[in-house]
């Protein structure tokens, strides 16, 4: 097996993930609360997500516009999460909103059909607001140790891995234009490194629901 070929089983890696992620969700779902289900329908639009840019990539050799969905998916359900979790439900609106009309504005003005040219800036702010909101949740719980120990235990560890995986998603993209253009090879290291981390994240969310998800059964 060559360096390309184990590439491309990483890049489509994620998509395998989420299949079985849905299949999860799917069987869970009368026994999901809110949150729980909020996760479920961002496993499920992303894998909507992935086929759909597959499949544009394969027939129509461009599927870059898609980022700006997939950044509108995350805006909502993460920022719905925190406004869930955190106190400071202003904040959480007056960023949702922010990150939309940055991402809506984007789209129109951003050339998604020149990969050179291509930087998705919303994509980038989108993953820093939400790690902001990550880090007011944690300060919160920290402050509140009762709420912290005896309530929100898992959403604690929750918190923990949606910080670290936006944070390395925000560190990704941020230069990714730069090297699309300078250093293509290095451009595919990251891309990889970020199929790496999107399968540690969707199997955590994963793992995540189903400890938490009642079956039927129950």
Same mark, same amino acid.
């Given at each position: 097996?060559?360096?390309?070929?184990?590439?491309?089983?990483?890049?489509?890696?994620?998509?395998?993930?989420?299949?079985?992620?849905?299949?999860?969700?799917?069987?869970?779902?009368?026994?999901?609360?809110?949150?729980?289900?909020?996760?479920?329908?961002?496993?499920?639009?992303?894998?909507?997500?992935?086929?759909?840019?597959?499949?544009?990539?394969?027939?129509?050799?461009?599927?870059?516009? +898609?980022?700006? /969905? *997939?950044? !509108?998916?995350?805006? %909502?359900?993460?920022? $719905?999460?925190?406004?869930? @979790?955190? =106190?400071?439900?202003?904040?959480?609106?007056?960023?949702?909103?922010?990150?939309?009309?940055?991402?809506?504005?984007?789209?129109?003005?951003?050339?998604?059909?020149?990969?050179?040219?291509?930087?998705?800036?919303?994509?980038?702010?989108?993953?820093? +607001?939400?790690? /902001? *909101?990550? !880090?007011?949740?944690? %300060?919160?719980?920290? $402050?509140?140790?009762?709420? @912290?120990? =005896?309530?929100?235990?898992?959403?604690?560890?929750?918190?923990?891995?949606?910080?670290?995986?936006?944070?390395?998603?925000?560190?990704?993209?941020?230069?990714?234009?730069?090297?699309?253009?300078?250093?293509?090879?290095?451009?595919?290291?990251?891309?990889?490194?970020?199929?790496?981390? !999107?399968?540690?994240?969707?199997?955590?969310?994963?793992?995540?629901?189903?400890?938490?998800?009642?079956?039927?059964?129950?």
């Amino acid at each position: 097996m060559n360096l390309n070929h184990f590439f491309d089983i990483i890049t489509y890696a994620p998509t395998f993930v989420l299949i079985f992620s849905t299949s999860v969700v799917v069987y869970k779902y009368h026994g999901l609360d809110n949150i729980t289900k909020l996760l479920g329908y961002y496993l499920i639009g992303s894998l909507i997500i992935s086929l759909v840019a597959y499949f544009l990539g394969k027939f129509l050799g461009n599927n870059l516009f +898609l980022f700006f /969905v *997939l950044t !509108l998916l995350e805006l %909502f359900v993460f920022m $719905k999460l925190y406004y869930s @979790l955190i =106190k400071k439900k202003r904040l959480v609106i007056s960023l949702a909103i922010f990150g939309t009309v940055l991402t809506l504005a984007d789209s129109i003005y951003i050339k998604a059909y020149d990969v050179k040219l291509f930087q998705p800036y919303s994509k980038i702010l989108a993953t820093l +607001l939400i790690v /902001v *909101l990550a !880090l007011i949740y944690f %300060f919160e719980l920290i $402050k509140d140790e009762e709420k @912290l120990y =005896k309530d929100e235990t898992h959403y604690l560890s929750l918190n923990s891995m949606t910080l670290c995986f936006f944070a390395i998603q925000f560190l990704a993209f941020l230069p990714l234009n730069f090297l699309v253009n300078a250093d293509r090879k290095m451009a595919d290291y990251v891309f990889v490194s970020n199929a790496i981390v !999107l399968i540690i994240f969707y199997g955590y969310l994963t793992h995540f629901i189903w400890k938490h998800g009642k079956s039927l059964k129950q």
